[in-house]
């Protein structure tokens, strides 16, 4: 089992920045990748992921604008998520990709006022 705490949410103004911050617990050995998703009212989609032996995937939609990135030592993954949108305004989940299956978070909310 893989436990998500994530953190670092809030309101923002359009052009602002924020880091969220997930932070894994429990079988960390298990796990290969780990990514973040939004959800707006629609679909979940991915915003961006980061595979444990290298590299990362970025939605077109924030290429430019996001840094996903990882501390070993603290088993948190972080986005960073600069110039930031209206369009951006979604729950945004943690997901751990574990060879058991994946594992979510409990979300965490971003609003981004024009």
């Known amino acids: 089992q893989v436990q998500l705490v994530e953190s670092g949410g809030g309101l923002v103004q359009a052009g602002g920045s924020l880091r969220l911050s997930c932070a894994a617990s429990?079988?960390?050995?298990?796990?290969?990748?780990m990514g973040w998703y939004r959800q707006a009212p629609g679909q979940r989609e991915l915003v961006a992921r980061i595979?444990?032996?290298?590299?990362?995937n970025y939605a077109d939609s924030v290429k430019g604008r996001a840094t996903i990135s990882r501390d070993n030592a603290k088993n948190t993954v972080y986005l960073q998520m600069n110039s930031l949108k209206p369009e951006d305004t979604a729950v945004y989940y943690c997901?751990?990709?574990?060879?058991?299956?994946?594992?979510w978070g409990q979300g965490t909310q971003v609003t981004v006022s024009a």
């Open positions: 595979i444990f032996g290298g590299g990362t």
């Open positions: 997901k751990a990709e574990a060879y058991r299956g994946g594992y």
């Open positions: 429990g079988s960390i050995s298990s796990i290969n990748a």
